[in-house]
């Protein structure tokens, strides 16, 4: 399908149609492609009875909130700095939880929601500082500002005052069983802070470092 | 009389881990910080062996390393950190505290469970 023409003379139509068409060229493939899959590793983790789908990331420049709960953790290094959110609808979290990270006569505890997510989050990025945040970090290059944050809870909005687009992705847990409604979980990154992708790289030493899970003896 | 100190902030890992040790025939204690570590270690002698996260609240799991040798005097007790951090700096801070071997999630207790009854044992 045609979106545009142009003509060698005035490329603007041509500008704005990449603009809007290419879906990315701020986020390099392997940081999209592995943020999904560490992901994916620690939601199977915690959701064990479930299928995790991922669906293709997208970009968004809108600042709604999904759901009615939502975890949101910094995220520093010397090629980046910003937050990284999951966003879920409290009711459809909870259904899962039962089976999942807590026991039959204390499930539907909005704690437990809370509990589950936060250990997400903090697996999630976890893996993220193993995998792409090296060692020996520079941090003192980093100029360590900060903007506000503003959230307005009634229209379910969050600004972190850039106007740059948010990486997104969405996954979706499926009950094996079958007996519960898919449930979806979105993740979104904003690097609002510093964006440096020509210095993004993935730790080589990674690999030989010790498997996760297991005991490592000094 | 517990023999092994499971501490972490997220009850989801730590029941995992309690259960997963009870299940194979070890008497477990739980804390949800290091600080409430601190305390349980103080009231409870028979521990042998504490596994603990390093990110948690009120007191982290490497101050409460550090605590239990300076503070406890206590340096028998083998610490094990079960962590989504990886940094070689934290785990020279764990060295530095005795700490005998780390962890990094998402936690594989059938790839530590021989070596975590011989410390037991």
Redesign the interface.
């Known amino acids: 399908m045609f979106r545009c023409a142009y003509v060698l003379d005035d490329l603007q139509m041509l500008r704005a149609t990449l603009d809007a068409s290419i879906f990315n060229r701020i986020y390099p493939n392997d940081l999209v492609r592995g943020i999904s899959e560490l992901t994916r590793a620690s939601l199977e983790y915690l959701f064990r009875n479930c299928d995790i789908d991922v669906e293709t990331p997208y970009l968004v420049k809108d600042r709604i909130i999904y759901g009615e709960v939502f975890s949101m953790i910094a995220i520093e290094s010397n090629w980046c700095r910003g937050y990284m959110m999951l966003q879920a609808s409290e009711d459809a979290v909870l259904s899962l939880i039962p089976q999942e990270a807590g026991n039959e006569s204390d499930a539907k505890n909005f704690r437990e929601l809370n509990n589950v997510l936060g250990e997400a989050t903090n697996m999630i990025w976890g893996s993220f500082k193993n995998r792409y945040v090296g060692p020996n970090e520079e941090m003192r290059s980093v100029m360590q500002t900060q903007v506000p944050i503003i959230i307005n809870h009634h229209r379910r909005y969050i600004s972190f005052g850039s106007e740059d687009p948010q990486l997104c992705f969405k996954y979706t847990l499926r009950e094996r069983s079958g007996s519960k409604a898919p449930v979806p979980i979105y993740q979104r990154f904003v690097f609002n802070l510093s964006w440096s992708p020509e210095e993004f790289k993935e730790n080589a030493t990674v690999e030989s470092l010790v498997e996760a899970g297991e005991l490592d003896l000094f | 009389m517990a023999q092994i100190l499971v501490v972490d902030d997220?009850?989801?890992?730590r029941?995992e881990v309690c259960d997963f040790l009870k299940a194979n025939g070890l008497a477990v204690a739980s804390a949800v910080d290091g600080k409430d570590g601190l305390d349980k270690l103080k009231s409870d002698s028979a521990i042998k062996l504490v596994i603990s996260d390093v990110?948690m609240p009120n007191m982290d799991g490497l101050t409460m390393a550090e605590k239990i040798r300076s503070d406890l005097k206590n340096t028998t007790i083998d610490i094990?950190m079960l962590?989504?951090?990886?940094?070689?700096?934290m785990?020279d801070r764990?060295?530095a505290a005795g700490?005998?071997?780390?962890?990094?999630?998402?936690?594989?207790g059938a790839?530590?469970i021989g070596?975590?009854k011989k410390l037991v044992s």
Do not use: D, L, M, R
């Not at chain 2, 997220?10 to 890992?13: D, L, R, Y």
């Not at chain 2, 962590?83 to 700096?89: I, R």
């Not at chain 2, 700490?99 to 594989?108: D, H, L, R, S």
């Open positions: 997220s009850s989801t890992v029941n990110n094990i962590t989504t951090e990886n940094s070689p700096a785990k764990g060295k700490i005998k071997g780390w962890i990094v999630k998402p936690f594989n790839a530590v070596s975590v």
